[in-house]
């Protein structure tokens, strides 16, 4: 009996077609595409922050949002601070978005400016809140102060 070769190949040897793996491979690939969501990263936020080191002065009248140690959020200085988040909102900042709109629409984004002043124990993902919560309304022209620092 002969055998016929195909390139070498006998019709009796076992051949791997790989063009269903190739079709998989896309398949998913177009699938992870799709179903991906593209965030904005902290870092590509639209904010103007200051130059470590470099003193600026506090701008004339601003909004003056403190963030405590045990990550309570308030908006105002000293007696007159409100609370606006405590640290069992979690990362929810709704009650500080809705003053900030009004803050915005009673002035210009760009022209509202806003002090942060942040205690040096507070948690970093509170301050990233915050920044994003600022952000999301428009707000931009932020000067951040030494949780320490009395003015």
Do not use: Y
Not at 8 to 37: A, C, K, M, R, Y
Not at 55 to 75: E, M, Q, R
């Amino acid at each position: 009996m002969r055998r016929k070769r195909i390139h070498g190949l006998s019709l009796d040897e076992p051949q791997t077609d790989v063009s269903s793996l190739v079709d998989v491979s896309f398949l998913l690939l177009i699938f992870f595409l799709v179903t991906s969501t593209i965030l904005k990263r902290e870092n590509d936020l639209p904010m103007t922050l200051p130059v470590p080191g470099v003193t600026s002065t506090i701008p004339a009248l601003p909004l003056w949002i403190g963030i405590d140690a045990d990550g309570t959020v308030s908006l105002g200085r000293d007696e007159g601070a409100m609370v606006v988040a405590d640290p069992s909102s979690g990362s929810s900042l709704d009650e500080l978005t809705v003053h900030l709109k009004m803050a915005r629409d009673a002035a210009r984004p760009d022209a509202l400016p806003v002090v942060m002043q942040v205690a040096d124990q507070a948690a970093q993902q509170r301050f990233i809140d915050v920044l994003n919560c600022l952000a999301g309304v428009g707000v931009g022209n932020v000067t951040m102060v030494d949780g320490a620092e009395e003015f």
